[in-house]
């Protein structure tokens, strides 16, 4: 029989003000670690970003990904514990993303983080990816009030998510194609633009007509669900037929269907569920124009918006660990036996 | 002087604690591909059976390869976080050596196969010196085929060991070439262990971040990169 890989959760543990959690994140391109204590004071944050490296194939090589956290993740973890003031024996627990993300890379750090637990004899914690994003807004504004919708945006999720208790979600909508993350980047491909596509679509569209295509907005008035991929075949299209059409013009309507929808589905929601707030997270939350959209509707709405700093947006380990610090406190440490799941999914509430 | 083993290259995940008396305890598990599921616990037993805390290792020896990319990957980067850790030396040895290791008696040449995936082999050479092997060929990557023909060109008996000489067996079918199976098949715990003893006494390690991986071939993008651009 095979055992799945799923961390084998024992009793809870207490946690306290004063707990601190070592948390390692490598699901994609990111080589991360961070110290939180208290589930919400970062005493350190180290990111080390492969953008770089991956920059010449025009997206993240998994293979290449895994070769460099293997070396990288040593001098990060380092970093991050000299930064903290804390040294290994302080800490209360070592936390690690075991998925969704690329299998090898989320290996190095959960091979990682079990090793570090066991030689400091403290327990280890299995951490949700997506799980993490929704952390990362209360991680920065601890005031925020449950019931929150979080607008989940990056380049492998697009998703609408109830948060109504710590480790209790509702899957309300989410994209049935394409990530909002993923049209960026092949957009932005598409038109010479570069990888990552996110950044520079931002860019170039700050200097572009939003109004100047009337791209097709996909099911804006229906559901919470989206979908990019018919937007991706239109831009192209539309490319193909006015090659004199400005970049800068194709760019901004692009980035302004796609901010529309997901503002507009995010306000639905939260509408729906009767929510006290809204949080965006997700590598694409570090859109400037879907930051602002984002704010004024919330402001109009009368509900408490929260925009996480763009270092909390994309990957990064504080958010592992603050995770850590919930799931350690609700449902105890993992088994040094867990290994990585690259298709974990968020643990929904089933109605 | 305790040393900590890790074994990770080939479907076969390892770990042993051993040191002036040899190997005092091991664990090697070969189901499938369950490295990092099975290493840790692994170590924690392996402690258990030789009475040894963690923090008595003075030294984590690790495989560096060259063997399965994932696999490797666990061991190493669990072996790195130990020896941050416990703020102790490291040493790599390579999956080719640990393989020959055990052969060290044969008397004869000995060539370590690995199996390299995608229909190649990591090998290389290995003649008797007193009181063990030498090395005779850096590591390399290629078919079964082209291995043959080095083993075709050269005189004398050749003993083959490793995954990749069992996987292929029939390519080597030869009346001076025998192949090793069963227990010589992956690299050992035991073995790493005993072998990074020796080049302990000559302290003849390194700094975690400094362990480099022998992988040998390329990521594919990487490849074909350099194919599309005529380098």
């Given at each position: 029989m095979i055992l799945p890989p799923a961390p084998t959760s024992t009793t809870p543990v207490a946690v306290d003000a004063h707990t601190k959690i070592l948390g390692i994140e490598t699901s994609c391109d990111e080589t991360a670690a961070a110290v939180v204590v208290g589930g919400s004071v970062v005493r350190s944050s180290v990111v080390s970003s492969q953008v770089d490296i991956h920059a010449r194939f025009g997206g993240v090589v998994p293979e290449i990904a895994?070769?460099?956290?293997?070396?990288?993740?040593?001098?990060?973890?380092?970093?991050?514990?000299?930064?903290?003031?804390?040294?290994?024996?302080?800490?209360?627990?070592?936390?690690?993303?075991y998925g969704p993300g690329l299998v090898g890379s989320l290996l190095v750090g959960v091979s990682t983080a079990k090793a570090l637990a066991l030689v400091?004899?403290?327990?280890?914690?299995?951490?949700?990816?997506?799980?993490?994003?929704?952390?990362?807004?209360?991680?920065?504004?601890?005031?925020?009030?449950?019931?929150?919708?979080?607008?989940?945006?990056?380049?492998?999720?697009?998703?609408?998510v109830a948060m109504e208790h710590h480790g209790r979600y509702r899957l309300l909508g989410s994209t049935l194609d394409d990530a909002a993350g993923e049209a960026f980047d092949k957009v932005a491909r598409y038109?010479?633009?570069?990888y990552p596509g996110g950044p520079a679509i931002d860019r170039i569209a700050m200097e572009g007509d939003p109004d100047a295509i009337a791209f097709p907005r996909a099911m804006q008035n229906d559901g919470l669900d989206f979908s990019f991929s018919g937007l991706k075949t239109a831009v192209i299209n539309h490319v193909r037929k006015h090659p004199e059409a400005s970049t800068a013009d194709v760019a901004a309507s692009f980035?302004?269907?796609?901010?529309?929808?997901?503002?507009?589905?995010?306000?639905?929601?939260a509408r729906q569920i009767g929510a006290k707030g809204l949080v965006l997270g997700g590598g694409v939350a570090a859109n400037s124009q879907l930051r602002e959209r984002f704010l004024s509707a919330c402001v109009e709405d009368g509900v408490h918006g929260f925009l996480p700093s763009r270092d909390m947006c994309t990957d990064n380990a504080a958010m592992?660990?603050?995770?850590?610090?919930?799931?350690?406190?609700?449902?105890?440490?993992?088994?040094?036996?867990?290994?990585?799941?690259?298709?974990?999914?968020?643990?929904?509430?089933?109605? | 002087m305790l040393i900590l083993g890790l074994e990770s290259a080939t479907a076969q995940v390892g770990c042993a604690i051993g040191g002036h008396e040899g190997v005092l305890a091991s664990s090697h598990s070969s189901r499938g591909k369950r490295h990092a599921e099975n290493l840790t616990p692994a170590i924690r037993f392996v402690c258990e059976q030789a009475r040894v805390e963690l923090s008595d290792i003075s030294c984590?020896?690790?495989?560096?390869?060259?063997?399965?990319?994932?696999?490797?990957?666990?061991?190493?980067?669990?072996?790195?976080?130990?020896?941050?850790?416990?703020?102790?030396?490291?040493?790599?040895?390579?999956?080719?050596?640990?393989?020959?290791?055990?052969?060290?008696?044969a008397n004869r040449r000995v060539a370590a196969v690995v199996d390299a995936r995608r229909g190649e082999v990591f090998w290389a050479f290995y003649r008797p010196v007193p009181g063990g092997l030498q090395r005779t060929s850096e590591p390399t990557v290629g078919s079964p085929e082209e291995l043959a023909a080095e083993l075709l060109a050269l005189p004398g008996e050749t003993l083959l060991c490793g995954d990749g000489a069992v996987?292929?067996?029939?390519?080597?079918?030869?009346?001076?070439?025998?192949?090793?199976?069963?227990?010589?098949?992956?690299?050992?715990?035991?073995?790493?262990?005993?072998?990074?003893?020796?080049?302990?006494?000559?302290?003849?390690?390194?700094?975690p971040h400094e362990i480099e991986l022998l992988y040998l071939r390329k990521p594919d993008a990487e490849i074909n990169w350099s194919t599309r651009e005529g380098a």
């Open positions: 895994s070769r460099a956290h293997v070396d990288l993740l040593t001098p990060v973890i380092a970093e991050a514990l000299v930064e903290s003031g804390l040294d290994g024996p302080d800490l209360d627990a070592v936390a690690a993303t400091w004899d403290v327990p280890f914690v299995a951490v949700n990816h997506l799980e993490a994003h929704l952390y990362a807004a209360l991680l920065e504004d601890p005031s925020l009030e449950l019931p929150l919708v979080v607008l989940l945006v990056s380049g492998g999720h697009t998703m609408l038109l010479g633009l570069g980035q302004e269907a796609v901010v529309d929808v997901l503002v507009t589905k995010a306000r639905r929601a592992v660990a603050s995770a850590a610090w919930y799931r350690l406190g609700a449902d105890g440490p993992s088994g040094l036996d867990c290994g990585a799941d690259p298709n974990l999914r968020l643990p929904l509430l089933t109605d | 984590v020896a690790v495989d560096h390869g060259p063997g399965l990319f994932t696999g490797l990957r666990v061991g190493v980067a669990s072996g790195k976080a130990i020896a941050q850790a416990l703020r102790v030396p490291m040493i790599a040895v390579s999956s080719l050596d640990l393989l020959a290791f055990p052969l060290r008696f996987r292929y067996a029939d390519r080597f079918d030869r009346p001076d070439v025998e192949v090793a199976g069963g227990d010589q098949a992956h690299p050992s715990a035991r073995s790493l262990v005993q072998l990074a003893h020796a080049k302990a006494l000559r302290e003849d390690w390194v700094r």
